[in-house]
């Protein structure tokens, strides 16, 4: 029994999906990197202001703050730096932080583990683009693996004849 294949409207559906996530996944890429690396520019985080969501049964807070690079060529306000939370921080305290390059988040230090997402959405794009392109290339096989045989099949036919067609020695179409 041969596997079925998604409807073309299906594919459709998650190659646009695909399109989407890649535009959100590809310029996250160069950061991801740098994070996993532990690369970045290092500098000085000031905490400004405590900024937080209630969810029921669940509170997320971050700081915002300026960020300014060691070296002094990086000075950006209003960056949330990354992994913080109410207790973390207060008003007006300064604490080392990395810019990514991202153009509203720092990170401590230590870097972050956010960029397993990204990669983890990156290998979902590409399992989608797989299963969505699979029957296309593979009715594309198909088709150039037929059209081989059937060129064959004309030639060696046509061969045949030619070599036995007394009307016409030598002649070939």
Do not use: K
């Amino acid at each position: 029994m041969t596997p079925r294949r998604p409807s073309p409207p299906l594919t459709i559906a998650l190659l646009i999906v695909a399109a989407l996530l890649l535009t959100w996944t590809i310029p996250a890429i160069g950061p991801a990197l740098r994070l996993a690396g532990g690369d970045g520019r290092p500098g000085t985080f000031t905490a400004q202001r405590l900024d937080c969501v209630r969810h029921p049964g669940h509170e997320s807070c971050a700081w915002t703050g300026d960020f300014s690079s060691h070296d002094g060529v990086v000075h950006r306000r209003g960056v949330t730096l990354a992994g913080s939370d109410r207790t973390t921080h207060q008003a007006g305290r300064r604490t080392g932080a990395v810019d990514v390059g991202l153009p509203n988040r720092v990170y401590g230090p230590n870097g972050s583990t956010e960029w397993i997402f990204t990669a983890l959405l990156l290998l979902a794009v590409l399992a989608l683009l797989v299963f969505a392109a699979a029957p296309v290339a593979g009715a594309a096989r198909r088709r150039l693996t037929a059209g081989g045989r059937a060129d064959e099949h004309d030639r060696g036919h046509h061969g045949r004849q030619l070599a036995t067609d007394p009307r016409r020695p030598g002649e070939h179409r």
